[in-house]
């Protein structure tokens, strides 16, 4: 009869509806790691000369300093570059004559290091992409701030007395004293050279 149809099909659509709702809630439960494809994943940290290569801080104002990688997917091959900020034509750059070699690949344990690098002082933007990622790559700004050197002080005397300077430092020889003790000592000298000569000659 038709009276009786109409609830069993009410009931099969209410099964179905319930039926896809536990399929929905299921699938929101994958791990986004199935969902998310390979290529995208790590991080690239800067990192100063002499901070351990597992130290996962970032520290964006250096000196020397090196790229450590941490979570990417073993073996994926890395190109970076280095380019100061604002671009500047003719700025200076990686890599560079000093530092051609600007690929490296990922270990099994996800992580890797560059060899320490070097630039001028200044601000700089490093990106670093991988031969499985999708998108723009890594980007990590920094600032290379090394202290300048102060210049060196002109170096002091040097050496023993020069011939003839009666025991004057080198740097003392030509000043106006040591000059007129000079002339005096040759002059006394002089004077007591001719006595001694006279005495000799019975004059």
């Not at 986004?32 to 996962?56: C, L, R, S, Y």
């Amino acid at each position: 009869m038709p009276a009786t149809s109409l609830p069993s099909r009410a009931g099969a659509r209410t099964a179905a509806l319930a039926a896809l709702t536990l399929v929905g809630t299921g699938l929101a439960g994958v791990p986004a790691a199935f969902a998310q494809p390979g290529g995208d994943n790590g991080d690239v940290k800067i990192h100063k000369v002499g901070t351990p290569f597992d130290d996962q801080r970032n520290e964006p104002k250096v000196c020397d300093f090196y790229l450590a990688a941490f979570n990417f997917d073993a073996g994926e091959h890395v190109t970076w570059t280095v380019e100061p900020q604002p671009r500047a034509v003719g700025g200076a750059r990686l890599p560079n004559s000093a530092y051609p070699d600007n690929t490296i690949t990922i270990e099994q344990d996800g992580s890797a290091q560059t060899i320490p690098l070097g630039l001028p002082n200044g601000q700089y933007k490093l990106t670093w992409k991988t031969d499985l990622g999708h998108g723009a790559g890594k980007h990590k700004v920094f600032r290379v701030d090394c202290p300048i050197s102060k210049p060196t002080a002109p170096p002091g005397p040097n050496g023993g007395p020069p011939a003839g300077g009666g025991g004057l430092a080198r740097d003392d020889a030509f000043g106006p004293v040591a000059g007129a003790a000079a002339v005096g000592l040759a002059a006394v000298t002089g004077v007591v050279w001719f006595r001694v000569r006279r005495r000799a000659h019975g004059a």
